[in-house]
């Protein structure tokens, strides 16, 4: 059907900056809303940012001004810039994507999630 697969988390000081992509493949006729949402233990999770098909954002209050979500639509990818990264932005990053897929010989739309990168910001 439809895969997420997300690279680039990591550990890093605070200050720093990682790059997050996600690359989206299967039987994709197109990609629509594409986002970033984090789950921090013991907390649920939360929207990071979200980016349409036509490039229109969205970002939590608390990422603002720090993070750029951006896509490349003829690559099925989607990125997070995080700078200025706070210990409070530690969590595990989840892709999301609303996708109309052909699982066969129909039509379909559906939301899909990758497996999560593990983001770790701790001097």
């Known amino acids: 059907q439809v895969q997420l697969v997300e690279s680039g988390g990591g550990s890093v000081q605070p200050g720093g900056s990682l790059r997050l992509s996600c690359a989206a493949s299967g039987s994709i006729l197109s990609l629509n809303v594409m986002g970033w949402y984090r789950q921090a233990p013991g907390k649920e999770r939360e929207l990071v940012a979200t980016i349409t098909s036509g490039g229109i954002t969205n970002y939590a209050d608390s990422v603002k001004g720090r993070f750029t979500i951006s896509r490349e639509n003829a690559k099925k990818t989607v990125y997070l810039q995080m700078n200025s990264l706070k210990p409070e932005d530690t969590a595990v990053y989840y892709c999301?994507?609303?996708?109309?897929?052909?699982?066969?010989?129909?039509?379909?739309?559906?939301?899909?999630w990758g497996q999560g990168t593990q983001v770790t910001v701790s001097s």
């Open positions: 999301n994507a609303d996708v109309l897929y052909s699982p066969g010989s129909f039509y379909r739309l559906g939301e899909f």
